[in-house]
């Protein structure tokens, strides 16, 4: 009996080490997962400011026949560079919130803006944050855990009681 309690608590040990290990890499890697530009210090991203879209500005081929603007009307400067684009393209970030804000929370709205001589479509991603709590795996592996721990105690105090 005193093996099989032995084996039981290693056992279950291990997998709530691994367990918790599990659930705080989940935390950490989902700070500012699906986010760009992590490392750039001009300027906020728009999830700074309660706006779930990511906001890059793609090279048009033409001039554009709209209106356009420049960044500081728009109170945005460029990013880095996106790598894995098709085009040229940036992260959008804010450095103006009362000029940026206003435009950026109506979703439909694509300015175009001049930077140097090239001319820059800004588009947006809606943005999904994770929740590493919303995954509902934790519960039922947690609450198994917790048994496999009562069953354990079970098991080590009928053991004693044998004695």
């Known amino acids: 009996m005193r093996k ?40 906020k ?20 026949t709209e209106e356009w603007y420049t960044l500081e009307q728009l109170g945005i400067a460029l990013g880095e560079k996106v790598e894995y684009a098709e085009k040229e393209t940036y992260h959008v970030l804010i450095v103006e919130p009362e000029k940026a804000l206003p435009w950026m929370k109506d979703y439909t709205n694509t300015p175009v803006v001049n930077y140097g001589d090239q001319y820059y479509q800004i588009t947006s991603l809606w943005l999904t944050v ?21 069953l354990c105690g079970i098991l080590f105090v009928r053991g004693k009681k044998l004695r």
């Open 4 to 43: 099989i309690v032995k084996i039981a608590l290693i056992l279950i040990s291990m997998l709530t080490a691994i367990y918790i290990s599990t659930i705080v890499y989940a935390f950490v890697s989902s700070v500012g997962r699906n986010v760009p530009n992590d490392d750039i210090s001009d300027g």
């Open 45 to 64: 991203k728009p999830i700074d400011y309660g706006i779930l879209r990511a906001y890059r500005a793609e090279k048009r081929e033409t001039p554009p």
């Open 130 to 150: 994770n929740d590493p709590t919303s995954n509902g795996i934790y519960i039922p592996i947690g609450g198994a855990l917790g048994i496999g721990w009562l």
